[in-house]
């Protein structure tokens, strides 16, 4: 059988659900965080760019779940179970959270750290064991996932390519 | 505020703002290298996230970025963004050196011409926002010039935190100055994000109310 393989892309603030032979695509992460959970034998994937650590922060009453690391999960983790996807399977990989200038004094400074750590808090509620990451730093990254492999692709300006 | 129902008033005066803000830096760009220097009519933008980094060539694309945020009555970001040739070509035409490169062949960063660079956009930045304090009477100060050449949505991301906690979309004023003498490829362009509570405070200094 011959498939043809395309690649599903996530915008800012997004979230997507990937099957193999396809991988899914983000884009351009600074401070914002991608996360991949997945479920291996399954070839399922989904992911999520988030902008911002927690939902609570918002001042609209109507906000696209995608943006904030709590809700995007949580939506996330609801698409993949409708797909099918095993609970006790699962497993993640994160990638972003960089700072991406050095600003002096501002709570926007640790906005990347903090998104790191609002993701892997709400991780952990879900009991999702995160396998690899490749977070910090001041660069910006694309990675790309595929659900066949398990593979998560990181690419940088300054550093190419690597494999988490 | 809503930001999908501004007026035509109101977007008129967001244009103006952004003419009269690269005006000024594009006359001191001219006075900066001597040469003759063009700008395009300034371009007000009301988008999604994910079409500001389609803006300027997609989310991956490589820019080089000089980030200042605006403190002050009318908090926002301005950013000075150039292709790696435009900035390359920017520091050679200053420093007279045409040697001069971004990165030395080893990869690292070339100190002397980030700073070359920095202290421009200092310039350039300094002439817009004070163009644009001196329309409004609003008080507006320039934080230190802050550099990264990186993938576009990385760096555009930065200005989009700020706003996103009260919106989906960005307002963005977009002029473009450039080389008159187009064969040296100096080009530049301009992001201002006028922070969400700033709008109001502009249109209010400016004698337009909310409703008109």
């Given at each position: 059988m011959n498939e043809i393989k395309s690649i599903v892309k996530v915008g800012i603030a997004d979230v997507n659900i990937?099957?193999?032979?396809?991988?899914?695509?983000?884009?351009?992460?600074?401070?914002?965080?991608?996360?991949?959970?997945?479920?291996?034998?399954k070839k399922t994937a989904g992911l999520a760019h988030i902008m911002l650590p927690d939902s609570n922060l918002?001042?609209?009453t109507n906000f696209n779940a995608f943006k904030y690391a709590d809700t995007a999960i949580d939506n996330m983790m609801e698409k993949l179970l409708e797909n099918g996807v095993r609970k006790f399977a699962l497993k993640a990989k994160i990638a972003g959270g960089a700072q991406m200038f050095q600003f002096s004094s501002n709570d926007t400074i640790r906005i990347g750290r903090r998104?790191?750590?609002?993701?892997?808090?709400?991780?952990?509620?879900?009991?999702?064991?995160?396998?690899?990451?490749?977070?910090?730093?001041?660069?910006g990254r694309t990675i790309d996932f595929d659900p066949d492999t398990g593979e998560l692709k990181i690419r940088t300006v300054s550093k190419g390519e690597a494999i988490i | 505020m809503n930001y999908n129902h501004l007026s035509t008033i109101q977007l008129d005066a967001l244009r103006e703002i952004g003419n009269i803000g690269a005006g000024n830096a594009a006359t001191s760009m001219s006075k900066l290298i001597n040469e003759k220097i063009d700008m395009q009519v300034p371009n007000v933008?009301?988008?999604?996230?994910?079409?500001?980094m389609d803006m300027i060539g997609g989310a991956e694309s490589l820019v080089v970025a000089i980030l200042f945020q605006i403190q002050g009555e009318a908090p926002g970001m301005v950013y000075l963004l150039f292709t790696v040739d435009e900035a390359e070509s920017l520091v050679k035409h200053i420093t007279s050196n045409s040697k001069q490169r971004l990165f030395h062949e080893d990869g690292t960063c070339n100190d002397f011409a980030i700073s070359a660079l920095k202290e421009t956009g200092n310039i350039l930045a300094g002439s817009y926002l004070s163009a644009l304090s001196d329309f409004t009477n609003l008080n507006m100060n320039t934080s230190i010039p802050h550099f990264s050449v990186d993938m576009a949505?990385?760096?555009?991301?930065?200005?989009?935190?700020?706003?996103?906690?009260?919106?989906?979309?960005?307002?963005?004023i977009d002029t473009k100055i450039n080389d008159a003498n187009l064969k040296n490829g100096i080009n530049g362009q301009f992001l201002f994000l006028p922070g969400p509570e700033s709008f109001e405070k502009i249109f209010r200094a400016l004698g337009i109310n909310e409703n008109e």
């Open positions: 990937v099957t193999a032979p396809n991988t899914i695509r983000t884009t351009g992460l600074g401070s914002c965080v991608g996360i991949v959970i997945y479920d291996l034998p918002a001042k609209q998104n790191v750590e609002a993701v892997l808090k709400r991780l952990s509620k879900y009991h999702i064991p995160v396998v690899a990451s490749d977070v910090g730093g001041n660069c | 933008s009301i988008i999604e996230f994910d079409e500001v949505g990385a760096i555009l991301s930065v200005g989009l935190l700020e706003i996103s906690h009260a919106t989906d979309y960005a307002i963005i």
